[in-house]
């Protein structure tokens, strides 16, 4: 299965910064691209529980394609989100099944990032991507 | 100046990591390791059965770390004080422990400040009996309003819940004033000393407390461990709370009759190696110049405060009198703030620190908390200060479109 081009955009931007400057400075920007929904819609059903920033995530389907969007207010985060979000973003939920984010955050250099521990919630994020594309 | 005494910090150091969470749990002395060490590789023995000569000699060593908290917190006897598994499960004890003294429409008098472990067990307690938690309002430096407390005490107050020093502001609350105010009303008062015990030396006799909490691994000691220090007249009248072995005198099929305070709140297997690793902590403490440390502590806490107020942006949580700052910064995300922090190897708290309604009533979601112990240096500081620099560089920039 070939990375969707969005996902490819995210891997070389990593990739090309790997200094602590270099790479915060990207997720920063990617925040910026994160598929997103105001604020105003924000709402307690979509709130991902185990975030230390809150972050709201959303699901809808184009035909048998998944689109996720989602809210945040930490900066940081939103780029973090938008990591995940862009290698997510026009699976199929069979393909999303078969995704591994351990491995696509280990090429992305932010491995420390998805451990279920982390304040930032990303393991729970990604749990509930794959909650949502089971209920589609 | 102290901090060779403290071996994990080399090791800390060796990994990059300057720690600077000393207020959520401390680092640990030498001696306690020693203390471990020696415990648990001579034999190890049960406590309060001594039907032979090891067990006795566990025994009475465990026994000596009574008499050591007793004297450390300045009570009458050792047998006020009660050794628990946890600060926060002290807390329950003495909520379960009073429930039968709690009627419909008594008043539980709190502060906004409280931990989580100081306030929930009251807040359940309130709705078992219809009870009311009432709020001691705080100013904008972090402090109880006296003027506005002492009109608060009323004859349905039946008890003052409140801490020594606040966990996220470092303010120390006017605690013996308070504690006053409670006796003249009739109200039992029960003081939260897990940070004040770390930062000054405490006299529950001086304070005019009836309960006083605190853990012992905060204070380099285990965890594992807390002690509940109650008054001789009070803590022999409470009922048990948990039941089990020790804490019995009698037993039959039908029922049981019960120890004295202390044991009979200490039902089950006690922590002992834990609780002989904190009479090895408090050894250590007490041979130390507390005013030294006390020194110590104001300089860098001094600096710590000076390096934030430098900053643009940064605004500190009310004005901390000991020990740690809470501060947020305009436009950054204590979440981003945190994880840029951490990528710089700086160990500090980041979020709500355990007490929500705190964060709710200084209007913030959250904050970031640098926590200082006798082993912190200025070095340390220096450090932070350069990754704040370093994270805010980054987050305080314009987005880019």
């Known amino acids: 299965m070939s990375l969707p081009a969005a996902a490819q955009q995210v891997l070389n931007l990593l990739q090309q910064s790997p200094s602590f400057e270099g790479r915060n400075r990207a997720l920063l920007q990617l925040g910026n691209q994160l598929p997103s929904f105001a604020s105003e819609r924000r709402n307690e059903q979509d709130l991902v529980h185990g975030c230390d920033s809150q972050v709201w995530l959303r699901c809808a389907q184009q035909g048998t394609a998944l689109h996720f969007s989602a809210s945040s207010d930490a900066r940081l985060i939103r780029g973090l989100l938008a990591c995940l979000l862009l290698r997510a973003n026009g699976l199929t939920a069979a393909e999303l099944a078969h995704v591994d984010w351990p491995d696509w955050l280990t090429q992305l250099g932010l491995k420390q990032q998805l451990s279920p521990s982390r304040a930032n919630g990303l393991n729970a994020v990604v749990q509930r991507v794959l909650a949502l594309s089971r209920a589609t | ?401």
């Not at chain 2, 009870?131 to 109880?144: D, E, R």
């Not at chain 2, 770390?198 to 005019?208: C, E, F, I, P, Q």
């Not at chain 2, 160990?347 to 209007?363: D, E, I, K, Y």
Request: aromatic share 6%.
């Open chain 2, 1 to 401: 100046m102290w901090h060779n005494d403290f071996p994990a910090l080399a090791a800390l150091a060796a990994r990059g990591i300057t720690y600077l969470d000393s207020a959520a749990t401390a680092q640990k002395p030498a001696a306690l390791l020693l203390a471990l060490q020696t415990y648990l590789s001579q034999g190890v023995a049960n406590v309060h059965r001594a039907g032979y000569r090891l067990a006795d000699e566990v025994t009475t060593a465990f026994e000596a770390c009574r008499d050591e908290v007793a004297t450390f917190i300045g009570a009458a006897q050792r047998d006020e004080i009660v050794f628990t598994r946890s600060a926060t499960e002290a807390f329950n004890l003495l909520a379960y422990a009073l429930e039968p003294q709690i009627q419909a429409g008594d008043e539980l008098l709190l502060s906004p400040l409280e931990h989580h472990a100081n306030l929930l067990p009251w807040q359940q307690l309130a709705a078992r009996r219809s009870a009311t938690l009432v709020w001691l309002p705080i100013t904008a430096s972090g402090h109880i309003d006296m003027t506005a407390a002492s009109k608060l005490f009323n004859p349905r107050t039946k008890l003052l819940a409140v801490t020594q020093l606040s966990n996220v502001l470092g303010t120390v609350q006017p605690v013996r004033e308070l504690c006053a105010l409670a006796e003249q009303h009739g109200a039992l008062s029960v003081v939260d000393g897990a940070q004040g015990i770390v930062h000054g030396t405490v006299d529950v006799r001086a304070l005019g407390c009836d309960f006083y909490v605190f853990s012992a691994h905060k204070l380099y000691g285990p965890d594992g461990l807390g002690v509940l220090y109650g008054r001789h007249s009070l803590l022999s009248q409470l009922p048990p709370w948990q039941f089990g072995g020790e804490m019995v005198q009698q037993v039959s099929r039908a029922s049981a009759s019960f120890q004295a305070a202390p044991l009979r709140f200490e039902a089950g297997t006690p922590p002992i190696s834990a609780v002989l690793a904190l009479r090895a902590s408090l050894a250590y403490l007490r041979a130390l110049d507390r005013s030294a440390v006390a020194a110590h502590e104001a300089a860098l806490l001094q600096h710590l405060k000076d390096g934030l107020d430098q900053r643009a942006g940064v605004r500190r949580l009310g004005d901390s009198d000991a020990a740690l700052v809470s501060f947020v910064v305009d436009a950054v995300h204590h979440a981003d703030l945190a994880q840029l922090l951490d990528e710089q190897g700086i160990a500090v708290r980041s979020g709500q620190h355990c007490a929500h309604p705190l964060m709710a009533t200084l209007g913030v979601a959250g904050s970031t908390r640098v926590s200082l112990s006798l082993y912190s240096q200025d070095a340390d500081l220096e450090r932070f200060f350069t990754a704040l620099d370093n994270a805010l560089a980054l987050l305080q920039e314009e987005p880019t479109p």
